[in-house]
């Protein structure tokens, strides 16, 4: 994966972890939340309202 300099510069600043999973590149912070990558599960259907 190619990271320009800003991103590479900034996911050392937060601790990011990067790694891939089935092809796609995922991203979690240290407390383990993902901040990037496909969902975890599919969106809600519909709307309220």
Known sequence: MLLCDVDHGLA???D???AR???RLVVTAP???RV???P???PPTGCTG
């Open 12 to 14: 050392h600043d937060l």
């Open 16 to 18: 990011l972890v990067m």
């Open 21 to 23: 999973r089935n092809g």
């Open 31 to 33: 407390d383990g939340r």
């Open 36 to 38: 990037w990558g496909p």
């Open 40 to 42: 975890t599960s599919p």
